[in-house]
């Protein structure tokens, strides 16, 4: 919120907001997400910092950047970008009813490579 300081002390400091004006973008029809296990606090921070563009504003941002902290020293980002459906990446449809809970699903990562998969976008 560095760019419009402004409006972000309208929305904390004041509560509400009267008008705004949005630009709706075109997205592809699914996200391929990297799962990237972290070990310890400064590793984590440290790819959080990275991913996220916060050591270099010019740097190139993924479209979704989330994390799941298991522990104090366990964790795993997932990077996503959308995309167009590829024969390479697996889709996970990981909203079915007869799929583990997501944050179990992610927690598999702290053993495993960095897969890829695609999500579908419902929309």
């Given at each position: 919120?560095?760019?419009?300081?402004?409006?972000?002390?309208?929305?904390?400091?004041?509560?509400?907001?009267?008008?705004?004006?949005?630009?709706?973008?075109?997205?592809?029809?699914?996200?391929?997400?990297?799962?990237?296990?972290?070990?310890?606090?400064?590793?984590?921070?440290?790819?959080?910092?990275?991913?996220?563009?916060?050591?270099?504003?010019?740097?190139?941002?993924?479209?979704?950047?989330?994390?799941?902290?298991?522990?104090?020293?366990?964790?795993?980002?997932?990077?996503?970008?959308y995309s167009d459906l590829t024969p390479e990446v697996k889709?996970?449809?990981?909203t079915r009813w007869y799929k583990p809970w997501f944050y179990?699903?992610?927690?598999?990562?702290?053993?495993?490579?960095?897969?890829?998969?695609?999500?579908?976008?419902?929309?």
């Amino acid at each position: 919120m560095t760019e419009e300081p402004f409006l972000f002390f309208l929305l904390t400091k004041k509560g509400f907001l009267v008008g705004l004006e949005l630009r709706l973008v075109r997205v592809k029809p699914y996200v391929r997400l990297e799962y990237i296990p972290v070990r310890g606090q400064r590793e984590y921070c440290d790819k959080i910092r990275e991913l996220s563009g916060a050591n270099d504003k010019d740097a190139d941002t993924p479209d979704y950047l989330e994390a799941t902290v298991y522990n104090k020293e366990e964790a795993v980002i997932m990077v996503g970008n959308y995309s167009d459906l590829t024969p390479e990446v697996k889709v996970n449809n990981v909203t079915r009813w007869y799929k583990p809970w997501f944050y179990k699903h992610v927690e598999t990562f702290l053993k495993k490579a960095r897969p890829c998969y695609c999500a579908k976008l419902n929309f």
